[in-house]
């Protein structure tokens, strides 16, 4: 019989140990671990049992690598089985190495290939703006290592030009970029008219924080830095 | 005659208006063709953004017309066509300008005589190629209703007429058995030149995929088949060898060059260097039914016109 229910922070650890096989992306499948939590805890107007809701926010994990923690996260959250997460990786399970939206509840992207999510997250917003729907948010997850694929940076500035208010990204920051972001990525966005605030990636308070503060008429970036 | 880009313009301008459903999403081409409006959506130079956005508008409901150059629209956002369309399982109408050489004064980066082949490597694609603005404007307000991936791709050489009917078309009949040659969009007109003195049927193809494959079984009577297209030569290949799998025949397969000429010049000239003028297709025809080996690319089989020198 599949479990479906709602658990605590302190259940995601052990949630972990039953997706097992993908220990290459173990480091950046834990640095997003608080970020999601707090995302689908504190932040997302989300609904497992209605996860197609026209109302809901739209939350994009472009970061495609290592979702051992987003699928605890869903399973936590009521979005999928406890007891589906066993299965990882297998051929007849829903849940692999990389995410599939037409196979797990409540994802809204499919993504592995980097650099995918953020140009989507734009379109859904622009969607949204001129559709006239005023509450949905779209907050995207992106890696900072990901931020090398210039695909996300078509995507930024266009989305400070615009003055995208309903778009945040957050930035996983794990410093797994090889050749790094000189100043703070932050400043990337920035300087193409986004509202920034770099915070201690595994303070739920300051997540939490960090995400209520977009200013509302230009997109809003949140740099979550969790240690390499 | 007006260009089917600019009945494209037309009608998409009116379909922005009358359908709350449609957005076009472009990369500064054809920005200054279209009125603003709120579901235009112009990115500026970023081809990759343009088609992520196109799927993000789609994610919500909303139908994207998307709007480029071919090699701006098909080859290098190539990966986002892939997986923010085909992978996320959303449908945009991809509408391309300039085909195979029509800019071939702009030279190699602004031709892609590889769209199509392209596209066919990719699950679900509807594939129009018109030959007339008249298809053009019937394809785009099809595709309009729709929520699959569809490309239409629009040229400069136009037919004199359009075709009305879809799938394959027989345009004109040979005796019974004779050979069944398979013009597609706008090679339609200089097929039609080459074969006029020659016993073959000749068929109409503006929908290269799904491709008509009973609509070639019911037109072919014999054993010969000639394919024209205007694009990268022998891409419809497998489909008519999957159609016709039950039945010995013969293919001679025409279409552009898989090599790079390094040459400017005309789309017209370009035409004839790739041996699809109503001459080449004649020499190429003739060979193929007097049962001589096709002299095949590489060997240059028509000489160069005389506008295009080396």
């Known amino acids: ?228 | 005659m007006i260009t089917m880009r600019q009945r494209f313009y037309e009608v998409v301008a009116e379909l922005l208006d009358s359908d709350p459903r449609v957005a076009v999403v472009l990369a500064e081409i054809g920005a200054g063709e279209l009125q603003p409006h709120p579901r235009l959506f112009n990115v500026g130079i970023r081809e990759q953004l343009m088609v992520g956005v196109a799927a993000g508008l789609a994610f919500e409901g909303l139908r994207p017309f998307v709007h480029s150059y071919a090699p701006f629209l098909v080859e290098r956002p190539f990966e986002q066509v892939k997986l923010d369309l085909v992978h996320q399982d959303v449908g945009a109408v991809l509408v391309s300008t300039g085909a195979s050489y029509d800019g071939a004064r702009s030279g190699r980066t602004h031709q892609s005589p590889g769209d199509v082949a392209l596209l066919r490597a990719l699950p679900g694609w509807t594939i129009h190629v018109p030959g007339h603005p008249d298809e053009v404007e019937r394809f785009v307000r099809r595709a309009a209703g729709g929520d699959d991936n569809v490309y239409v791709r629009l040229s400069e050489e136009v037919n004199a007429a359009g075709v009305e009917a879809d799938g394959m078309v027989v345009v004109r009949s040979g005796s019974d058995g004779a050979p069944l040659v398979v013009a597609v969009g706008p090679t339609l007109a200089p097929t039609l030149a080459a074969t006029a003195e020659l016993d073959v049927s000749v068929a109409y193809l503006a929908t290269v995929r799904p491709f008509d494959a009973d609509g070639l079984r019911a037109a072919l009577h014999g054993p010969d088949v000639v394919l024209v297209e205007p694009y990268l030569a022998g891409t419809s290949a497998a489909e008519i060898a999957a159609a016709l799998v039950d039945r010995p025949h013969r293919l001679l397969a025409l279409g552009v060059a898989n090599e790079e000429f390094r040459r400017y010049g005309t789309g017209p000239e370009h035409r004839a260097l790739h041996g699809l003028d109503a001459a080449g297709i004649r020499g190429s025809i003739a060979a193929f039914l007097s049962d001589s080996p096709h002299p095949g690319w590489g060997s240059t089989p028509h000489p160069l016109p005389a506008t295009i020198s080396a």
């Open chain 1, 1 to 228: 019989m599949a479990t479906t229910t709602t658990l605590a922070y302190e259940d995601l650890p052990g949630l972990l140990t039953l997706l097992t096989g993908d220990e290459k992306h173990d480091r950046s499948s834990f640095s997003t671990l608080d970020v999601l939590w707090v995302l689908y805890d504190r932040v997302l107007r989300v609904d497992p049992s209605t996860p197609d809701d026209p109302g809901r926010d739209r939350f994009l994990l472009s970061k495609g690598h290592g979702p051992a923690a987003y699928y605890a996260v869903l399973a936590a959250k009521g979005f999928i089985s406890v007891d589906a997460l066993a299965g990882f990786g297998n051929g007849d399970s829903v849940l692999g190495y990389h995410p599939d939206r037409l196979l797990v509840p409540g994802v809204e992207i499919s993504s592995g290939s980097l650099g995918h999510g953020l140009p989507i997250a734009v379109g859904v917003t622009l969607a949204l703006d001129a559709t006239g729907d005023p509450g949905p948010r779209v907050i995207c997850l992106v890696g900072d290592a990901e931020l090398e694929e210039g695909s996300n940076f078509e995507a930024v500035q266009l989305a400070g030009r615009l003055r995208l208010g309903r778009l945040t990204v957050v930035v996983v920051d794990n410093a797994s970029s090889t050749y790094g972001w000189p100043g703070g990525v932050e400043r990337r966005f920035e300087l193409e008219g986004w509202s920034g605030v770099r915070v201690d990636g595994r303070d739920h308070d300051a997540l939490e924080a960090a995400f209520a503060g977009a200013a509302g008429d230009r997109p809003h970036v949140v740099v979550a830095e969790v240690g390499s």
